[in-house]
C-alpha cells in the first residue's frame, strides 16, 4: 500500500504534467470568444428577464401571491362587476331620471357628444378597458376567489383609515338619508357608482393620462406621475362642487377631497383599480353609517 507521501508526490506530477494542456485549451477558448466578437458574454442571461419577449417577470410564488393577483386588471374587473350591477341595475330600478353619479354623467355626455348614445355602453367599455389593459400588462388570466375576500378585507380596512385621517380634522360631514327605504336604496346605490364612475374618471383614465402630457411638456418621468396625482386630486375635490347637486364651496372640505384624491391615487398606482375602487365605495357607505 502506498503511503501518503508517494500519493502527494504523484499528484503533484499529475498536476505539473496537465497545466500545459489547461493553459493551451484556455488561449484556445479565447481565441475562438475573441472571433466570435464575444458572442459568450453576450448569450449570458439577464437576471430577471423573460425567454420570450426580455419582459420583467416574477417568480412563480410572487405571480400567484396576493399582492400580485390583486392588483392584476382581471381580478380588479371580477372584483368591481358587483358595483357595476348593483348601480347600473339601482338606477334602471329607480329610474333613468334619479340622480346620477356626477362622474357618470360627465363621461356619459361625453360618449353622447362623439354619437355614442348607447345606455350601457360606458359601463361595457369599462369592463372591455380591464380586459384590454390585462392582455397588454399580463401574459396570465386568472384569479382567485380568496383573493376577492382578501381585496374586500383590504378596501374596508382601507376605508376606515381614510375615515380617521377625516376625524383628525375634526370633522365629519354627515350624508342626510332621504326618508324611509327608498332613500337608503338610492344612497346606496350613488355610493357604488361614486366607487366605479370616479375612479374610472379620475384615476383609471386622468392620472395615466395627465402624466403622459406632462412627460410630452418636458417633465421628468419621475415627476410626472406625483404632478399628475396632485392635478387630478385638485380636480377631483373640485368636483363635487359642480353643477345643481353640487355641495357648497368650503376650503376645509375642499381640502379633504385633494387629500382623499391623492390617497386614491396611491391606491390606484400601488394596489390596482380594483383596490381604489372598493376603497371609495366603502369609505362613501362608512360615512353614511357611522355616527
Avoid: K
Amino acid at each position: 500500500m502506498a503511503s501518503r507521501d508517494d500519493r502527494e508526490d504523484r499528484g503533484d506530477r499529475d498536476r505539473r504534467e496537465a497545466a500545459p494542456f489547461e493553459e493551451e485549451l484556455d488561449s484556445l477558448l479565447h481565441e475562438v470568444d475573441a472571433d466570435l466578437g464575444g458572442v459568450g458574454a453576450r448569450l449570458q442571461p439577464v437576471p430577471g428577464a423573460s425567454e420570450d419577449d426580455g419582459r420583467s417577470t416574477d417568480t412563480p410564488a410572487a405571480a400567484d401571491g396576493y399582492w400580485a393577483l390583486s392588483r392584476m386588471p382581471l381580478t380588479s374587473l371580477v372584483f368591481i362587476l358587483p358595483l357595476v350591477l348593483a348601480y347600473e341595475g339601482g338606477v334602471l330600478f329607480l329610474g333613468r331620471s334619479s340622480p346620477r353619479n356626477g362622474a357618470d354623467v360627465w363621461l356619459r355626455h361625453i360618449l353622447d357628444a362623439l354619437g355614442f348614445g348607447e345606455y350601457f355602453l360606458l359601463p361595457v367599455l369599462t369592463i372591455l378597458g380591464l380586459l384590454a389593459w390585462q392582455h397588454v400588462e399580463y401574459d396570465r388570466w386568472r384569479f382567485s376567489p380568496w383573493v376577492l375576500v382578501g381585496m374586500a378585507a383590504e378596501c374596508l380596512f382601507l376605508a376606515v383609515v381614510l375615515v380617521g385621517l377625516a376625524r383628525l380634522q375634526n370633522r365629519l360631514w354627515p350624508l342626510l338619508l332621504g326618508p324611509g327605504m327608498e332613500g337608503i336604496f338610492a344612497r346606496f346605490i350613488g355610493f357604488c357608482g361614486a366607487g366605479l364612475y370616479e375612479e374610472v374618471l379620475f384615476r383609471l383614465l386622468m392620472l395615466p393620462a395627465v402624466a403622459w402630457g406632462l412627460e410630452r411638456l418636458g417633465t421628468p418621468p419621475s415627476s410626472a406621475l406625483p404632478w399628475s396625482a396632485v392635478l387630478t386630486s385638485l380636480l377631483f375635490s373640485a368636483a363635487h362642487y359642480v353643477g345643481p347637486l353640487g355641495d357648497t364651496f368650503q376650503l376645509y372640505s375642499f381640502t379633504f377631497r385633494t387629500m382623499a384624491g391623492l390617497f386614491f391615487a396611491l391606491l390606484f398606482v400601488v394596489r390596482g383599480f380594483g383596490i381604489a375602487a372598493g376603497t371609495h365605495a366603502a369609505y362613501d357607505m362608512l360615512v353614511a353609517l357611522l355616527p
